[in-house]
């Protein structure tokens, strides 16, 4: 289930979504909002955070609107894509500050940083 979770399949779009997707969005919308937070609280701390060799880069790669199957408020993506970071990749090649200068909002920032945390990564320091 985990690789599920995190790997986007060829193809995904937010009109077409992929299976990490759909199942994302089934969660989303079946469980309270406690019960998603254990769920993420427990998928964060499982030991294998990407399996495949190749996950990371497909990751950084990824278009920043399949970030919104990553429990990223629309808010704060809407905000990203007016600063021009448009994939994953980009978004970890700018500092926490850069984003403050940008006119994201530290809770918007809290939430960037764990969500890259949880996939093993961090803002350019």
């Known amino acids: 289930m985990r690789a599920l979770i995190l790997d986007h399949r060829p193809g995904c779009s937010p009109t077409q979504p992929c299976t990490s997707c759909q199942v994302l969005t089934h969660l989303r919308n079946s469980m309270t909002s406690e019960a998603m937070e254990k769920y993420e609280t427990l998928l964060s701390e499982a030991t294998e955070v990407l399996p495949d060799p190749n996950a990371k880069e497909l990751l950084l790669s990824t278009l920043i609107g399949n970030l919104e199957g990553m429990y990223t408020p629309t808010a704060t993506l809407n905000k990203l894509r007016a ?15 850069e984003l403050k200068e940008s006119g994201l909002s530290n809770y918007m920032i809290t939430g960037l940083r764990r969500m890259l945390e949880r996939r093993g990564f961090t803002f350019k320091t």
Do not use: M, Q
């Open 83 to 97: 600063i021009g970071i448009t994939t994953f990749g980009d978004l970890v090649n700018h500092s926490e500050a």
